[in-house]
């Protein structure tokens, strides 16, 4: 069973910066294609961020493009998103998935939150 921990949520004003961990346990992470999903209050999760078993195939969501960064430590079990000129659109719940190729995200993290002001 995969686990998924997260943590670096919290407060950020606008324009500011925070990064995201995603802690993995239960299977070879380096197997593991890795994405980032967030949900702001009163809508659905959405897409932000992927990364493939090589930190070189990454993908973004339009909204973050440019701004956010998701990255990998394979060594450390662990994935990150650094995410740059904070919105206050982007205060949301934010959430670690895990999938086994071809499948789906099957697993998920409990979510950390994230607040912008403005």
């Known amino acids: 069973q995969v686990q998924l921990v997260e943590s670096g949520g919290g407060l950020a004003q606008a324009g500011g910066s925070l990064r995201l961990s995603c802690a993995v346990s239960g299977r070879t992470f380096s197997t593991l294609h890795m994405g980032w999903f967030r949900q702001a209050p009163g809508k659905e999760r959405t897409f932000v961020a992927r990364?493939?078993?090589?930190?070189?195939?990454?993908y973004y969501a339009d909204s973050v493009k440019g701004r956010f960064t998701i990255s990998r430590d394979n060594a450390k079990n662990t994935v990150y998103l650094q995410m740059n000129s904070l919105k206050p659109d982007d205060t949301a719940v934010y959430y670690c998935?895990?999938?086994?190729?071809?499948?789906?995200?099957?697993?998920w993290g409990r979510g950390t939150q994230v607040t912008v002001s403005s």
């Open positions: 990364i493939g078993w090589s930190a070189s195939y990454t």
């Open positions: 998935a895990a999938k086994i190729p071809p499948g789906d995200y099957d697993y």
